[in-house]
């Protein structure tokens, strides 16, 4: 089985500029989470979701934005970007997102801001 | 509030040294402790989940332990190939699965 995929794999933008990225979850999964990790602050949840709806939203602002379509893929936005946004941008996918199952994670999109 | 406090931050061993490393939470209502690997510029890689006080899991050299209040990683005769920061995580209380909680990680480097 396929595991989770993220792309690109690779962003360099500039301050102010706008990013999409892209997550197919492992088939089968319908729950995708979003995560950012960074050295200082470590793994932080974005936002989760399910059957195309968001069901949990991290501390993060507005300018961070996702959707999750009919096959389950998601995909995160961030809008005017900034320098603080540099991070490693990372989704993981579960069966149905219920409390206790596994979370498998893919291999991140590594965003760059300048 | 829910926390998660792992140690040491980094650890040194020379290979076959046998060691643990440490995931402190305070949670009520724990809905199970995960333990990921993380290998440089990549994701974390799933390892184990518990769900209850006393629960034990083995995968080759690892070893993961939970009690009331905290989990043990046990590492039993290390190889280089361990070298990795291991994360501990666990569901935030309220939320559903999505929303994990992680530790900062602790990063181990086993020497030849």
């Known amino acids: 089985k396929a595991g989770v995929t993220q792309t690109p794999r690779y962003l360099i933008k500039t301050r102010g500029q706008q990013v999409t990225l892209s997550c197919s979850p492992i088939?089968?999964?319908?729950?995708v989470s979003w995560y950012q990790q960074t050295p200082g602050q470590g793994l932080q949840f974005l936002f989760e979701?399910?059957?195309?709806?968001?069901?949990n939203k991290g501390n993060f602002p507005g300018r961070f934005s996702g959707r999750q379509f009919s096959n389950s893929r998601s995909e995160m936005n961030v809008s005017t970007l900034e320098l603080g946004d540099s991070a490693l941008y990372l989704c993981?996918?579960?069966?149905?997102?219920?409390?206790?199952?596994?979370?498998?994670f893919g291999p991140g999109t590594r965003l760059l801001v300048l | 509030e829910d926390q998660v406090t792992q140690s040491p931050e980094a650890l040194r061993l020379q290979e076959g040294e046998s060691s643990s490393l440490n995931c402190s939470y305070t949670?009520?209502?724990?809905?199970?402790l995960f333990w990921y690997r993380q290998d440089p510029g990549k994701g974390p890689e799933f390892l184990f989940t518990?769900?209850?006080a006393g629960e034990e899991k083995e995968k080759e050299r690892l070893k993961a332990t939970l009690t009331k209040k905290e989990s043990f990683l046990h590492i039993t005769a290390p190889k280089p190939e361990d070298s990795a920061t291991y994360l501990c995580?666990?569901?935030?209380?309220?939320?559903?699965?999505?929303?994990?909680?992680f530790g900062k990680g602790t990063k181990l480097s086993v020497k030849p």
């Open positions: 979701y399910f059957s195309e709806t968001q069901r």
């Open positions: 995580a666990f569901p935030f209380k309220g939320g559903s699965q999505g929303n994990l909680i």
């Open positions: 518990l769900y209850s």
């Open positions: 993981a996918s579960s069966l149905a997102g219920n409390v206790g199952e596994t979370q498998y």
């Open positions: 088939s089968g999964h319908r729950s």
């Open positions: 949670v009520s209502g724990l809905r199970g």
